[in-house]
């Protein structure tokens, strides 16, 4: 028995090293809330939430008053039982990334108590996992010069943002694949295309010989029949992420073949949701990525360990603790650019 | 020109006449928050927002704090360009009651600048409108006293809720009909049979000569296959309500097929979706009803503006207002049971 004894939140801000910029807008900083659940017998775990009010409609300040209604429901629950503490978090589908910390937390504390790490609560699956690092939109050279230094950091695939004009995309990429040898690449719209748009895109990189891995969420979050025609009329795999925020819109996106991956972050939608969409996309076919929000190593943490748990994700872009600038790192894992290491 | 100059927040708590029962669970308060918009030039415009944690995810003190940033978002904005301010609220679709109260209190605020009532800037299509009122879950006996009360009050709609013995409710509707003429029934199961149990209670009412004038909300609200089921099994026409939470499932519950009635709820999706809900179900031929939370007058004020403006709402369930106390009627339109009269 590992009964819940305290439920504390914290608010944290992070400033990133530089302005973090897509085509929806531009980010300075992340606002995160840290919970730390006690459990009677003096273990403790933690768990981040970075809430994203553009892609959820969350907000900082209104996760920090659910304090004591959190404790009310979850006091007196045992960490063994967490499919069931799963269950009642669930309520809190309209506050996904709360919803992502307590039950990462609670999974965290029975860690402790287990002295087994989570990721091998979860399967152990794989025990290193690489992650992609993000160029943030802007002009042709900015983003080629921001590429070449990731590149020179270490890293083997590099996420490029686009979206604000669709000849300047292009440019970059055909840059890109110019200046940098030896590099995957993964782009991402945010919503900021149309249909029509994207497949002129994918359809010019593919004429010039220039390979993508993947190209995500081109068009806006509700029309999955625009993001379908994309994928059936696109030489190179289409990724939905804002598209598909919980289980349920997963199911709509795979029921309706609208995709090639989906792009699981667990700030959407949290562990349980996570774990569904999981074995879904498995037994459907489709690819799975795995992103964030604006997360700390704390709540990085929660991605690496639920990605090297399963070993189901082909790509991962688990950038922000990168990006952001930070104290002190608290992730239980280790980083050797490109790689997260488990052990 | 009538410039937003604040916004204000102001927390309220009404106690239910007595505790209102439904399949899931039982409410002896609600919890409501008023918002407030003044103008430069002092018109004021007033709403209300209440939010149902269960059905929409909303927790009332995640509201509180984001007075600041709906400031910081609408400060400056001309009431008069409300369809921008809606755009602009549209983002608040995690806080959907909170989205409704802002844009009925712009409404509010122009209405008193054009001195011309919220129902006549939306079109005015009807000066009355008739409501229902509920009767809890409970014994047979019990629901069935609290039917008579209410025949005895003036209703001629009586909306009776269902979902935790399928034998029970049918024996109540049984009696129902014996003690009670004269009166039209809205059944409502809150999410709380399955699909086989739902066609089996309206087909033993159709076998013992019992009409109703719809069933609400038979299944789960995310089991849509389920709801089209029913639909397509039922002698009586079917509402989707916990399953159509906003435009975009009203969209889809429409693809589907799956429903004869969505149940509009302002504190659901906010008055911009409503009006696209509206339009999407008259072109469908889908019928629609409107419902409440636990809105108190002031709250209620905003459906029925919504409704007698539009004139397509074939019932209202507009009753939480009569079954809470409340020190000062504070709505726009007159009660003479069972209408609500605009003029």
């Not at 992502?100 to 609560?121: G, N, R």
């Not at 025990?127 to 990731?150: H, M, Q």
């Amino acid at each position: 028995m590992a009964k819940i004894k305290r439920i504390s939140f914290e608010l944290k801000t992070y400033e990133y090293i530089k302005p973090f910029r897509i085509a929806p807008g531009t980010a300075s900083h992340t606002h995160n809330l840290e919970v730390k659940i006690e459990t009677e017998e003096g273990y403790i775990g933690l768990g981040e939430a970075s809430p994203s009010f553009r892609v959820t409609g969350e907000r900082i300040e209104s996760l920090i008053p659910l304090e004591s209604f959190v404790n009310e429901l979850l006091k007196g629950k045992d960490t063994k039982n967490f499919r069931k503490i799963f269950e009642i978090t669930d309520k809190f589908f309209a506050f996904p990334s709360l919803k992502t910390a307590l039950q990462y937390a609670i999974l965290d504390a029975l860690s402790e108590e287990l002295s087994l790490p989570v990721y091998q609560i979860l399967g152990g699956a794989k025990e290193k996992i690489e992650t992609d690092k993000t160029v943030s939109i802007g002009s042709v050279e900015e983003r080629v010069r921001e590429a070449e230094e990731i590149f020179k950091e270490g890293f083997k695939v590099i996420k490029v943002k686009i979206g604000l004009d669709l000849r300047e995309d292009i440019e970059t990429m055909e840059e890109l694949v110019k200046r940098i040898k030896g590099v995957k690449y993964i782009v991402d719209a945010n919503t900021a295309y149309n249909p029509k748009q994207a497949v002129i895109f994918t359809k010019e990189l593919y004429k010039k010989g220039i390979d993508i891995e993947l190209l995500e969420q081109p068009v806006p979050a509700h029309d999955l029949e625009g993001l379908k025609y994309v994928r059936f009329n696109s030489p190179f795999p289409i990724a939905g992420d804002e598209s598909i925020k919980n289980k349920y819109e997963a199911l709509e996106v795979i029921k309706m073949e609208a995709v090639d991956y989906i792009n699981i972050k667990l700030m959407k939608c949290g562990i349980s949701d996570a774990l569904a969409i999981v074995e879904m996309a498995n037994t459907a076919n489709i690819k799975l990525m795995i992103g964030c929000m604006g997360e700390s190593s704390l709540g990085i943490n929660q991605s690496v360990h639920l990605s090297a748990g399963l070993g189901v994700f082909e790509f991962h872009d688990l950038d922000s603790a990168l990006m952001i600038k930070e104290d002190k790192f608290r992730g239980k894992y280790k980083i050797r650019i490109p790689y997260y290491y488990l052990v």
